[in-house]
């Protein structure tokens, strides 16, 4: 995965969302970290296998990689607002012993965000798309794809 690329495509559209809807002074770390933590159980609901125990419905790993992406764009725009150095970044992942627990890590991280720090949080949300099965090239895809979209949306009003 090309992280620079991926970080410069999230600041060319957190540039046009700050620009375009008068953000320019406003604190937005802690509402992206709540935008995370709601695009993180998108994910989850899209894998009933993990959690819902009474239910027959299966996983859908194709909604999965969308939402996953979606998690990106937010974790990706807190680590260019936190000024993060992504041309030096490297990734290595953080994986628990189960999907279940990697979710739980991942919450536990972002809701303590200040305390774990981005890095911790970036290596754990890569290691569930690991886990999950996704490939670098598949998520930097869907990613292009969602940036492309999410574009679309600003021309739009959304």
């Not at 819902?52 to 939402?67: G, I, R």
Request: proline share 2%; net charge negative; aromatic share 14%.
């Amino acid at each position: 995965m090309n992280l620079q690329k991926l970080f410069e495509l999230q600041r060319h559209l957190d540039e046009r969302i700050i620009r375009e809807k008068g953000l320019g002074e406003e604190e937005l770390i802690p509402k992206k970290i709540m935008a995370f933590l709601i695009e993180l159980g998108e994910l989850a609901n899209e894998l009933p296998e993990i959690f819902k125990f009474w239910s027959n419905k299966k996983n859908n790993y194709e909604k999965a990689l969308v939402e996953y992406v979606d998690g990106l764009h937010f974790l990706l725009s807190i680590g260019l607002e936190q000024g993060v150095l992504y041309q030096c970044m490297t990734i290595h992942p953080i994986k628990q012993a189960t999907v279940f627990e990697q979710f739980a890590a991942i919450y536990l991280y972002a809701s303590a965000y200040w305390a774990h720090g981005y890095s911790r949080l970036f290596n754990a949300y890569i290691g569930l798309g690991e886990m999950l099965g996704f490939t670098w090239e598949q998520i930097e895809k869907a990613y292009m794809q969602k940036n492309t979209v999410n574009h679309q949306r600003q021309e739009s009003g959304y």
